[in-house]
């Protein structure tokens, strides 16, 4: 088994003079590997209106909230309430058909637990854009303001992290069609949106698959690897190679056949296949330390939707987002966390985010426009639950230019804490992931020991 | 020469006299033929013998013949596109003509397939970029789909697709960029998709107005964020240099009231109010004063002022910039030279009133240095990779809109799975046109997976979708020139047509001899269509399904890959 192209993380050359090649072995995760911790970065694409999932439950805010929000205020007595304070979504924690007070499924069972944390405010504090396009650039390349950094943060963290385990197939997972941008520059990254039909098998049969029956028979897709070598190292040349080592090695794995543990159950739908594949891989003990999840739809200018919990027939767009989202995020927990293996949850961290708030009111179509300051979620078994950060407040003078909620904690702090806590960088290593980000203040989202 | 079936080809196969296949490619590879490949490589969907043949027969010169042929091409309606028109009409499509107040009548309202509208104006897609002689025009027509994206596989906007396409972006493809931004803007599928079928007074929704400045018109490095009515300097034409979120709100509030006859409650409760088509509902628009890129919006009022503000748009030099960098992106290299995108944007700008100004700014482009020298790179994307392994192989197609397990669900399938199914890009900006987003493993898996499939596909007659077999008997018909060399060199030359490294050639060679020598005839006309078991000797081991096989791998070479 080759490992060529898997071992180091970047092709940027500003970086490449940074990595040792020889910091990539740790003799001791090397031999089980099982010691690395694995990140799942999961980006809401179109911009997740935080305030529609984490809604404030009592006191000024809800007075505030329930005032600017109008028509899209959802009830108190349609919401999960999850402290004094603050409530969920109903379909964060049951189907339609539940009522609130229903016993907590999902995302829900999970904060209940002290699994999961909200980090409110959250955003890019300093620089400000509400295109889509922009905004999850800057975010995916760790560097608001400048979309033209040539590399995604990810792709920076894998080449300047020490001891990361050898990789299989790849050290990072991209589950999406094309590559996202947090992996921009990146030769080792897989992207695949499904794995199990990563394959190429359209031949006909006779050609299609080596028969061991017939002496010196090879597959038509065994030549593949030879076709794409020679000639230089062009990037299109090397990502073919990368591509035909992939396929082989992923086209022993048997995907379709993989049995969640914990009694796990992922929903239907691309999101849950991903995270199912992603669990897979993860206790295939290959080598993973990342992945990237994307889930979009959450652009909601127009019928955003207001819950009714415990009626089964109401459609709410909205509410049927975050019911799958949640319980992919559940299924995934339980799937891991209950392992044969042990608690594969304690080495997993997943953060989750979006590229933008939305507007504190609705616009007339019973949307919201984009807006700027949001949540974050972080789910793990190293997770300190709970609310983390501070809430930027609803009143007219803490409102960003008097229509959104204003940032108070930069995302970067929190994916950087995931990294520093546990995913092995030293804090003086974050400049090289996160430029300019500025000095580094966890939040205690994380536990590091 | 008359190219508009795959059957001219076969005769100009066996003509004796043909230049590309009465030699070894080693020794045809001119200086002019290697410059007529780059050109149709480039702004074509792969160049097939007769299209080669028919550049050289253009003029004495390489200049000569690119002039010619521009003239061709840009001339796309006096361009005779009969053969294309008849398979269009063969496959029997139901929705291609139908008007936007069918479209809703039958497709939203009534009970018929809401997918249909948008699945055929895929398959008529594939159709025309594989049979249409006019190519550069196609190329354009795909530009746009993408720069104004739709998804247009989304619930509301497929029963729609067939005007968006009909109407709105092939009008235009070679015309006025005024113009098209005047049809996007009033268009059912655009209204919906970016909402702007919502934004009405007191409480406007900005999405469609924020793209039409971000992605459609001035581009995000214009994009002031944060700047206040005033605070943008103005260029010397008056106009604000960029523009801000202020602007934002403001194009947002002159677009309102456009919207479509959607049977809104506020509308009248008749049937022409629920039709689906364009209609500036005054009732919506809200009035008061406007500023945008640093004017206000004085005189006119209603409707009119968004078709200032549009305008204004057209006539920035940001938008000339922004769109000309674009399309040389398209056409020249995945970072074009910045020398070629000013001088481009000074045509885009000179003619931004004129009927022909796209064809005027694609002239510009393809008969600059830049993209005659061919120092540019492209690599096909998966749609361009399907096309020209139809196009190269005298594909005989009628791609029909299903969900099944037909060849044509089978292929329809594999080919969104590349991540690259026509209208599905989900966001407004739509695909990315650069090599690095099109080479991960997921794509470049999915692409070999379908390239893979392809070979295999036949129809109910049983007639390959691919005329493999044909085409090799006719351009090697002497059985003793069907060695292992000879099959790849031949397909080698018809798909890639310039040398490809020799391991490579090997490989394919010793995967296509198995035990036999190189030079050794092999028989591909035994058992057809797929060749017998013969475990004792696998060169005569399905021979024709290895053949097949083989000519998969060739569409998955790097050197197939280079546009």
Redesign the interface.
């Known amino acids: 088994m080759r490992r060529r192209a898997f071992l180091q993380g970047c092709c940027a050359a500003a970086l490449a003079g940074a990595v040792p090649l020889t910091t990539f072995w740790r003799p001791a995760a090397a031999a089980g590997r099982t010691s690395n911790d694995v990140i799942v970065y999961v980006f809401l ?2 911009g997740i209106d935080g305030l529609h999932l984490v809604v404030p439950y009592a006191g000024a805010e809800r007075s505030q909230y329930e005032l600017l929000r109008d028509n899209l205020a959802i009830p108190e007595s349609n919401l999960r309430q999850i402290n004094s304070q603050w409530a969920l979504h109903p379909r964060a924690g049951g189907g339609p058909g539940d009522g609130v007070g229903s016993s907590p499924k999902w995302l829900h069972r999970l904060w209940d637990e002290g699994r999961v944390a909200i980090v409110q405010g959250s955003g890019m504090p300093q ?8 905004a999850q650039a800057w975010i995916d390349l760790g560097t608001p303001g400048d979309k033209s950094t040539p590399d995604g943060w990810l792709t920076r963290y894998l080449a300047v992290a020490d001891g990361l385990p050898s990789a299989d197939i790849a050290p990072v997972f ?1 589950f ?4 996202p941008m947090s992996l ?1 520059g990146s030769s080792a ?6 794995p199990e ?8 049969w ?3 698959e080596t028969n061991p ?2 002496a ?2 090879q597959a ?2 065994r ?2 690897d ?6 230089g190292a062009s ?3 090397q ?2 190679r ?2 035909a080592d ?2 082989e090695q992923m086209r022993g794995m048997d995907f379709d056949g993989y049995l969640p543990e914990g009694g796990a159950s992922y929903p239907g739908g691309t999101l849950g296949d991903q995270f199912r594949s992603l669990a897979q891989l993860i206790k295939q003990d290959m080598g993973i330390v990342a992945a990237t999840v994307d889930y ?1 739809g959450w ?1 909601t ?2 019928g955003q939707g207001v819950p009714q919990p415990g009626n089964a027939n109401h459609y709410d767009y909205y509410g049927i987002r975050v019911e799958e989202l949640s319980r992919a995020l559940d299924a995934f927990y339980t799937d891991l966390s209950a392992s044969s293996q042990g608690n594969l949850m304690d080495r997993v961290n997943v953060v989750v985010l979006s590229e933008f708030g939305r507007k504190v009111r ?4 019973s ?1 919201t ?2 807006g700027h300051g949001n949540v974050m979620l972080a789910l793990g078994g190293r997770v300190n639950g709970g609310m983390h950060g501070s809430f930027p407040g609803l009143d007219a003078g803490s409102l960003f ?1 008097g229509q959104d909620l204003a940032t108070t904690t930069d995302y970067r702090q929190v994916l950087a804490e995931a990294l520093v806590s546990r995913m092995g960088l030293a804090p003086a290593q974050l400049e090289a992931v996160f430029p300019e980000f500025g000095s580094y203040s966890p939040l205690g989202v994380f536990s590091s020991s | 020469m008359d190219s508009n079936t795959g059957g001219t080809m076969r005769d100009a196969v066996q003509g004796s006299g043909d230049r590309i296949f009465s030699d070894r490619y080693e020794d045809s590879s001119s200086a002019s033929s290697d410059f007529a490949l780059r050109v149709l490589e480039r702004a074509t969907y792969g160049a097939r013998p007769e299209d080669l043949d028919h550049f050289l027969s253009l003029g004495s010169n390489d200049q000569q013949r690119l002039n010619a042929w521009l003239d061709e091409q840009l001339d796309w309606q006096g361009l005779d596109d009969s053969g294309l028109e008849q398979r269009l009409a063969a496959a029997g499509y139901l929705t291609l003509d139908k008007t936007i107040t069918e479209l809703w009548a039958d497709h939203v309202q009534g009970d018929a397939d809401r997918y249909l509208p948008a699945a055929e104006t895929e398959a008529a897609r594939i159709l025309r970029a594989v049979y249409s002689r006019r190519q550069v025009y196609e190329v354009m027509t795909e530009f746009w789909h993408d720069h104004f994206s739709v998804a247009g596989w989304d619930f509301s906007i497929a029963p729609v697709l067939v005007q968006y396409d009909r109407d709105v972006i092939r009008p235009h493809a070679l015309g006025n960029f005024r113009e098209m931004l005047e049809a996007v803007a009033r268009s059912t599928a655009m209204l919906i998709y970016l909402d702007n079928k919502d934004n009405r007074a007191g409480g406007y929704n900005e999405n469609w107005a924020r793209e039409l400045m971000e992605l459609h018109t001035l581009g995000s490095d214009a994009y002031y964020p944060g700047a206040a009515h005033g605070e943008i300097p103005l260029g010397d034409d008056d106009l604000a240099i960029g523009y801000s979120d202020a602007d934002v709100y403001d194009v947002a509030r002159c677009f309102t009231g456009w919207t479509i006859r959607s049977g809104h409650w506020e509308m009248p409760d008749t049937p022409e109010y629920d039709n689906g088509d364009f209609i500036f509902f005054v009732n919506w628009h809200e009035g008061g004063n406007k500023y945008v890129l640093g004017n206000f919006i004085f005189g006119p009022t209603d409707q009119m002022e968004a078709e200032l503000a549009m305008d204004y748009l057209c006539m920035h030099r940001q938008t000339a910039r922004h769109l000309c960098e674009k399309i040389c992106r398209r056409l020249v290299d995945d970072e074009p030279p910045q020398s070629l995108v000013e001088s481009a944007a000074q045509v885009w700008h000179d003619n931004w009133q004129a009927g022909d100004q796209v064809a005027k700014v694609v002239r510009h482009i393809l008969s600059s240095a830049d993209f005659v020298d061919g120092t540019g790179t492209k690599i096909r994307r998966p749609f361009e990779l399907m096309c020209a392994a139809f196009r190269k192989t005298a594909a005989e197609i009628e791609p029909q809109p299903t969900g099944g397990w037909d060849p044509w669900g089978d292929l329809l399938y594999r080919f969104r799975q590349t991540g690259h199914g026509c209208f599905r890009w989900p966001s407004p900006d739509g695909y990315p046109d650069t090599a690095d987003r099109w080479t991960s493993a997921s794509v470049m898996g999915q692409t070999w997976r379908l390239l893979s499939r392809m070979v295999e596909l036949d129809d109910d007659s049983d007639r390959f979708l691919l005329c493999i077999h044909q085409e090799t008997v006719a351009g090697l018909p002497d059985p003793a020139q069907r060695s292992a060399e000879g099959l790849v060199d031949f397909w080698l030359e018809r798909l890639v047509g310039r040398p490809v490294a020799s391991g490579r050639r090997s490989e394919l060679i010793d995967f296509m001899r198995q035990n036999a020598a190189a030079d050794a005839p092999l028989d591909i006309t035994s058992g057809l269509p797929d060749g017998d078991w013969n475990s004792g000797n696998l060169s005569a081991h399905y021979t024709p399904s290895r053949l097949r096989a083989a000519v998969a791998l060739i569409m998955m070479l790097p050197e197939f890959y280079q546009r």
């Open positions: 694409r179109g620089h400000l854009s509400r295109s889509h396009f922009d991209g999406a069609d094309t590559r921009m990254a897989l992207t695949v949106a499904s039909s990563f394959r190429v098998d359209g031949f006909h006779s050609w299609n029956d017939l010196g028979h038509a897709h030549r593949l030879a076709l794409w070598s020679g000639g990037p299109l040349l990502a073919g990368d591509t992939a396929l979009g652009d200018h127009a609705p616009n007339d179509a949307g426009d984009h230019e």
